[in-house]
């Protein structure tokens, strides 16, 4: 699952730079291409792991595998 | 967390306060050295300043937290908290690549420059999902330990660590021309010698002692380097756009850089083929290359073996987890921003310099140029009047800056951004202190990486089990002091720029490491035949496919059907093979970076930084069709393999300390 978001952030969306450079992000001015490459992927890299560590852990809390704390 | 004295829990509870003391410090050292250069301290004397005292910081804290115990010195005892680890692994990784090449990349291609930037964020989600923690779960010291014990004894040792050092041997040589470059330029030495003054400060941080020294400077020096880099941005944004959020505002700084690139091509200040726009996609990189070098930064950054080490030195499995998000944090916040730096240093370079009158040209350039690193109309921009002579000997020259005109070397553009903007010297001051704290935070991690694999796997694993821990020290220290000078040597030639370097050691590590890692914790029938051969045929083909093009590159066309690469817009190749091969140094060997050739062959038209794309899916398939062909590892190997998967439980080998 995570795999699947990192491989379309990471490469997928980026294939579309041409057609998503036409639109233009209201106020800030980025084209959208553009900004998925210099930031939207990367703050979904951020949001990811964290959100990776906080279920990997609980699953194996519920499988009896964690740690003690 | 079971092991620790009083004092060492003691120490950790202390911590946000003692690195909340550094950061005030920090900030009211830089408003002093603003208010001396208000009252009129030379600029010189302010450089001096920045980067000797910020050396001293990270020597006392080096001093303070050095160690002869082993596990404190190999893996910091194991109690180094997410965050804090974090923040360490944080600065290890951004490198002088990352604070002075990057940004300057990205200012020259723009769009395509940020393949760096999503590859060498995107690989920490593969650390955190496929490697970091099972490789903490299993308790070794270095990488090659890991390999060693997976893959039955010392060959597959001696291989995982002729990878490292090959890898950590050419990200540390762009360390040292990094520092060399800083120092040449702030404290006004020859490049030369500068390099190896650069060398001297790393020594002092990493030879001081071990992995729990070198996480404490790291963590000061994560400080000092995102302060200087997110302030010269900060404040040319809230000049321009009244906001303090740089990357907010630079969307409004790139659709003026496009309005500026018309301009310049409708007053004949620049030719289409010499302006290149900032957000179109693929001119420099074709597609192939330019998610090539996504894809192997990102799995370079997996299998590179000064990282992966940072992760053992968390508490527990958890900690390693949660670890990896927090050093992509820390990343981030300087990644985000490096786009933003392009965009203004670019913005400003189109509306100062470009269009200017040579002989109004500021002095900052000239300090430069006489380096090597700015050419004006095609001569090093040493002085007013050899610019005035260089741009006259061109004919029909309008007397002003064109874009054609102007050279600058991708590794300044950072450095001169707060003298190119007419910020205060104080700002460029900060900024070199903050590009030493980068090159030299990954420089430690890298010797001390080395280090370790030299006297933990060769000289005690490998040649004498016996040994004593102090002379098991004495002999790593020695190793890394002969392993330094050795890259302080090559970096004084300029085998290239620091993000090709830097490229380079990604590449080699993810084909040398990556498949038998995977296959290693994921794929319990891996043998250790296959592992080995593996690991030999990927590494094999990158390293070879990397040293021909770039310092073999006649024999690589007349033997091994190399030809020229492509320009990604025209489709034409970039040189003429049969004109360059009937060129009287067409067979040079090890020529400089001139040669016609060099970097500019290969198979597919593929640019040598991604030969790891052509080492690692061979290295999966050897281990694969080599393991299937042996008989199945022991049970017992296959319960290990089990057991790093689960997080509880001890870890699976254990050292005596």
């Given at each position: 699952?995570?795999?699947?978001?990192?491989?379309?952030?990471?490469?997928i969306i980026h294939f579309f730079v041409v057609p998503l450079n036409t639109i233009t992000i209201p106020i800030l001015g980025f084209p959208l291409g553009?900004?998925?490459?210099?930031?939207?992927?990367?703050?979904?890299?951020?949001?990811?792991?964290?959100?990776?560590?906080?279920?990997?852990?609980?699953?194996?809390?519920?499988?009896?595998?964690?740690?003690?704390? | 967390?079971?092991?620790?004295?009083?004092?060492?829990?003691?120490?950790?509870?202390?911590?946000?306060?003692?690195?909340?003391?550094?950061?005030?410090?920090?900030?009211?050292?830089?408003?002093?050295?603003?208010?001396?250069?208000?009252?009129?301290?030379?600029?010189?004397?302010?450089?001096?300043?920045?980067?000797?005292?910020?050396?001293?910081?990270?020597?006392?804290?080096?001093?303070?937290?050095?160690?002869?115990?082993?596990?404190?010195?190999?893996?910091?005892?194991?109690?180094?908290?997410?965050?804090?680890?974090?923040?360490?692994?944080?600065?290890?990784?951004?490198?002088?690549?990352?604070?002075?090449?990057?940004?300057?990349?990205?200012?020259?291609?723009?769009?395509?420059?940020?393949?760096?930037?999503?590859?060498?964020?995107?690989?920490?989600?593969?650390?955190?999902?496929?490697?970091?923690?099972?490789?903490?779960?299993?308790?070794?010291?270095?990488?090659?330990?890991?390999?060693?014990?997976?893959?039955?004894?010392?060959?597959?040792?001696?291989?995982?660590?002729?990878?490292?050092?090959?890898?950590?041997?050419?990200?540390?040589?762009?360390?040292?021309?990094?520092?060399?470059?800083?120092?040449?330029?702030?404290?006004?030495?020859?490049?030369?010698?500068?390099?190896?003054?650069?060398?001297?400060?790393?020594?002092?941080?990493?030879?001081?002692?071990?992995?729990?020294?070198?996480?404490?400077?790291?963590?000061?020096?994560?400080?000092?380097?995102?302060?200087?880099?997110?302030?010269?941005?900060?404040?040319?944004?809230?000049?321009?756009?009244?906001?303090?959020?740089?990357?907010?505002?630079?969307?409004?700084?790139?659709?003026?850089?496009?309005?500026?690139?018309?301009?310049?091509?409708?007053?004949?200040?620049?030719?289409?083929?010499?302006?290149?726009?900032?957000?179109?996609?693929?001119?420099?990189?074709?597609?192939?290359?330019?998610?090539?070098?996504i894809f192997c930064m990102m799995v370079g950054t997996a299998s590179l073996p000064h990282i992966l080490m940072r992760y053992f030195t968390t508490p527990?499995?958890?900690?390693?987890?949660?670890?990896?998000?927090?050093?992509?944090?820390?990343?981030?916040?300087?990644?985000?921003?490096?786009?933003?730096?392009?965009?203004?240093?670019?913005?400003?370079?189109?509306?100062?310099?470009?269009?200017?009158?040579?002989?109004?040209?500021?002095?900052?350039?000239?300090?430069?140029?006489?380096?090597?690193?700015?050419?004006?109309?095609?001569?090093?921009?040493?002085?007013?009047?050899?610019?005035?002579?260089?741009?006259?000997?061109?004919?029909?020259?309008?007397?002003?800056?064109?874009?054609?005109?102007?050279?600058?070397?991708?590794?300044?553009?950072?450095?001169?951004?707060?003298?190119?903007?007419?910020?205060?010297?104080?700002?460029?001051?900060?900024?070199?202190?903050?590009?030493?704290?980068?090159?030299?935070?990954?420089?430690?991690?890298?010797?001390?990486?080395?280090?370790?694999?030299?006297?933990?796997?060769?000289?005690?694993?490998?040649?004498?089990?016996?040994?004593?821990?102090?002379?098991?020290?004495?002999?790593?220290?020695?190793?890394?002091?002969?392993?330094?000078?050795?890259?302080?040597?090559?970096?004084?030639?300029?085998?290239?720029?620091?993000?090709?370097?830097?490229?380079?050691?990604?590449?080699?590590?993810?084909?040398?490491?990556?498949?038998?890692?995977?296959?290693?914790?994921?794929?319990?029938?891996?043998?250790?035949?296959?592992?080995?051969?593996?690991?030999?045929?990927?590494?094999?083909?990158?390293?070879?496919?990397?040293?021909?093009?770039?310092?073999?590159?006649?024999?690589?066309?007349?033997?091994?059907?190399?030809?020229?690469?492509?320009?990604?817009?025209?489709?034409?190749?970039?040189?003429?093979?049969?004109?360059?091969?009937?060129?009287?140094?067409?067979?040079?060997?090890?020529?400089?970076?001139?040669?016609?050739?060099?970097?500019?062959?290969?198979?597919?038209?593929?640019?040598?930084?991604?030969?790891?794309?052509?080492?690692?899916?061979?290295?999966?398939?050897?281990?694969?069709?080599?393991?299937?062909?042996?008989?199945?590892?022991?049970?017992?190997?296959?319960?290990?393999?089990?057991?790093?998967?689960?997080?509880?439980?001890?870890?699976?080998?254990?050292?005596?300390?």
């Amino acid at each position: 699952m995570h795999l699947g978001v990192w491989f379309f952030f990471g490469f997928i969306i980026h294939f579309f730079v041409v057609p998503l450079n036409t639109i233009t992000i209201p106020i800030l001015g980025f084209p959208l291409g553009f900004y998925m490459a210099a930031q939207g992927s990367l703050i979904v890299f951020v949001v990811m792991l964290f959100m990776f560590a906080k279920q990997q852990d609980k699953i194996d809390r519920e499988f009896g595998m964690a740690e003690d704390d | 967390m079971t092991t620790q004295t009083d004092t060492s829990s003691d120490f950790i509870k202390n911590l946000g306060k003692m690195y909340g003391t550094y950061t005030g410090g920090f900030i009211a050292f830089i408003i002093l050295l603003a208010i001396l250069e208000q009252v009129g301290v030379p600029n010189k004397i302010l450089g001096y300043l920045f980067v000797f005292f910020t050396l001293a910081v990270y020597a006392v804290i080096g001093v303070m937290t050095r160690t002869a115990q082993v596990s404190e010195y190999y893996v910091a005892g194991r109690r180094v908290p997410a965050f804090y680890n974090g923040m360490a692994t944080g600065a290890d990784w951004m490198s002088a690549a990352s604070f002075v090449g990057m940004a300057g990349t990205l200012f020259l291609l723009g769009y395509d420059g940020l393949a760096w930037v999503l590859g060498w964020t995107g690989g920490f989600v593969l650390v955190s999902i496929l490697i970091g923690p099972y490789l903490r779960k299993f308790g070794a010291y270095t990488v090659p330990d890991f390999m060693a014990f997976r893959f039955g004894g010392n060959f597959a040792r001696g291989i995982a660590v002729v990878v490292l050092v090959c890898c950590s041997f050419t990200y540390v040589t762009a360390q040292i021309y990094g520092t060399g470059l800083i120092a040449s330029r702030f404290l006004g030495m020859q490049f030369e010698i500068a390099v190896f003054a650069g060398l001297v400060g790393i020594l002092l941080c990493a030879m001081l002692g071990g992995m729990r020294a070198v996480t404490w400077t790291q963590i000061a020096q994560y400080v000092v380097l995102i302060i200087a880099y997110l302030t010269p941005i900060v404040i040319l944004s809230t000049k321009k756009y009244g906001i303090p959020i740089p990357e907010l505002t630079y969307g409004t700084a790139i659709a003026e850089i496009t309005a500026r690139e018309g301009q310049m091509l409708a007053t004949g200040l620049a030719t289409a083929a010499s302006l290149k726009p900032h957000i179109a996609p693929f001119i420099n990189y074709s597609p192939l290359n330019f998610f090539g070098i996504i894809f192997c930064m990102m799995v370079g950054t997996a299998s590179l073996p000064h990282i992966l080490m940072r992760y053992f030195t968390t508490p527990s499995v958890r900690e390693a987890r949660q670890s990896v998000a927090w050093s992509l944090l820390f990343i981030f916040l300087l990644y985000f921003s490096a786009p933003a730096y392009a965009a203004f240093s670019k913005l400003e370079v189109y509306t100062n310099i470009i269009g200017a009158n040579v002989t109004s040209l500021k002095p900052w350039l000239f300090t430069w140029g006489e380096l090597g690193l700015i050419q004006i109309c095609g001569k090093n921009a040493g002085s007013i009047d050899a610019i005035v002579a260089a741009c006259k000997a061109i004919a029909g020259h309008p007397g002003v800056v064109r874009l054609q005109d102007f050279v600058i070397n991708t590794d300044v553009i950072v450095l001169s951004t707060p003298e190119i903007a007419g910020l205060p010297y104080v700002i460029s001051g900060l900024v070199a202190a903050g590009g030493l704290a980068a090159a030299l935070s990954t420089a430690d991690g890298l010797l001390l990486a080395i280090a370790n694999a030299l006297s933990h796997d060769v000289y005690y694993k490998m040649l004498d089990p016996n040994a004593p821990t102090i002379r098991r020290l004495t002999v790593a220290r020695v190793l890394l002091f002969f392993v330094a000078v050795a890259s302080a040597a090559l970096a004084a030639t300029k085998p290239g720029d620091i993000l090709a370097m830097v490229g380079w050691a990604f590449s080699l590590a993810m084909a040398g490491n990556f498949p038998a890692l995977i296959m290693g914790v994921w794929w319990k029938r891996t043998t250790a035949a296959g592992a080995i051969a593996g690991m030999l045929a990927g590494f094999g083909l990158c390293l070879f496919y990397l040293v021909c093009s770039r310092y073999f590159p006649g024999y690589g066309v007349k033997y091994f059907f190399m030809t020229s690469l492509t320009n990604p817009l025209t489709g034409a190749p970039i040189v003429d093979i049969a004109k360059a091969m009937a060129l009287p140094n067409a067979m040079e060997t090890w020529p400089t970076l001139a040669h016609p050739m060099a970097n500019k062959v290969g198979w597919f038209g593929l640019n040598n930084i991604n030969c790891g794309l052509l080492g690692m899916p061979l290295g999966f398939l050897v281990i694969y069709v080599v393991s299937l062909m042996g008989k199945e590892p022991s049970k017992e190997m296959q319960a290990y393999v089990d057991e790093i998967r689960k997080p509880r439980g001890r870890t699976v080998i254990e050292e005596k300390t």
